[in-house]
């Protein structure tokens, strides 16, 4: 059984793809069409429906999908990366109703209902989002791999900020921090960059903090 | 990833119900047990998601405490201006763990009973006795600088990881559960986790299908509250040594003082011999000193781990005069 699991998933994405309204290809073969789970199958589907940028999504899943292989592999939102796939790295990192997460830890059926913005959902038609610019202005990359996770990373950090948030670095608890470098450098402690383009990244955001690139 | 049944639990009694068979597991923010699923250490069959109950709320208690909610995030939890106030040791060693990110998805609940990090149980070709009973520790003449040092066997030396726990440890927080059935109880902080003895896998008090519905902190006490924790890198990093402390002084003695180390046993090491070693003791290194090695008089290294138990000792001694003032 545990072999026709990747035929039988993919299957499903296909299903998904078309129900997504995403070009899919043609089933490879009757052989390939003919796999049906039998009755005592555990694996189980459930139907999901999320809204990612502002799209309303309907998917068949099975309940093992991740949040991160839903937008990559069932939406074609590869702007979302893998890199880890074990919530170390960042690189997956988009917001949940308004909140950053690690998408590669989040089961999508958890996320029923829920509002997610990648950072295809970031840019108003040509006009890139203010934490995009900064990063271009800034040179706040080099391969690029991290930098989506990065950017959506950023964008919610100054929300939390706003909120008042206190980092591990915050002096003082009692009161809302200033965004300094140190608390910037703290805050994005969740996205590691393979290039180390740190010191750029914290000069992108330090910048849309203090209002550039509006 | 094993196949597994999901379903979201309208209400704690169905969530109770439906966790309470055999190959169930509950789930919130699924930050480990998502990660674990994915490597088969975790293979429930089915996933009762209580993300949706009503227990996020932080309430006051008629004592002067609060009732944490168990699905209150570790953000929320970190960032409540109370929790800063009153508890900003538990605000402290809240952020000094994981990533925002993390901490975004990360549950009270789930925090409590988070898994361990010890390298060999992840490793499925290894020997684990947590992750196989009986099938040996390969910590033990391993890789295990990470690794208990305080309360442990030869069968498991794997360490609680959360920094949560330990300051919820040194505030004497209680556990409130619910079972199937219905009937409720509290389980100091301190006794949930389980000694891991012969039987490591089972590693809390809590019985199949019983929930962790909130956690209870009592008012703090008196004193000042410091949480420091030690570790490989500036930032997220799990513990090699964590210490929470709460001084309160009387003139130039301690009056009272309360201790709890992370990163060295399989739970929140409360060290009440290092508390009785600074009752009525002179606000000085060399009591803080004395602590520490009444503290870490019965602990054990294993080779790679053998340095913390001098850096707990030292870690103790820094906190402890922080927590009193004398930096």
Redesign the interface.
Known sequence: MDRLLPLLSLLRRRRALRKAGVATLRLASPSVRAVTPPESASIDDQTVALTVNGRSHVLDLDTRTTLLDVLREHLALTGTKKGCDQGQCGACTVMVNGRRINSCLALAVMHAGDEIVTIEGLAQRDDLHPMQAAFVHHDGLQCGYCTPGQICSAVALLAEHEAGWPSYVTTDLATAPALTDAEIAERMSGNICRCSAYPNIVAAIRDVAEGGHT | ?K????E?ASSIASACASAAGPAAKF?AG??NL??L??LQIETP?R?V?I?LLPLAEIEETADGGLRVGALVTN?AL??D?RV??RY?LL??AI??G?????R??ATTGGNLLQRTRCPYFYDTTKPCNKRVPGSGCAALAGLNRMNAVLGVTDDCIAAHPSDMAVAMTVLDAQVETIAPGGATRTIPIDALYRAPGNTPHIETVLARGELIRSVLLPPPPPGRQVYRKVRDR???AFALVSVAAIVAREGERVRAARVAFGGLSYKPWRSAEAEAALAGAAVTRASFDAAGVAALKDARGYGHNDFKIPLARRTLRATLADAAGIV
């Open positions: 990833m196949p597994f049944r999901y979201r789930v699924g930050t998502v990660d699923m994915k069959a996933l998601d993300g953000s970190a960032a201006l800063r106030r900003p605000s402290r952020l000094a994981a990533s925002t990110q993390l975004n998805k500036a930032s997220f």
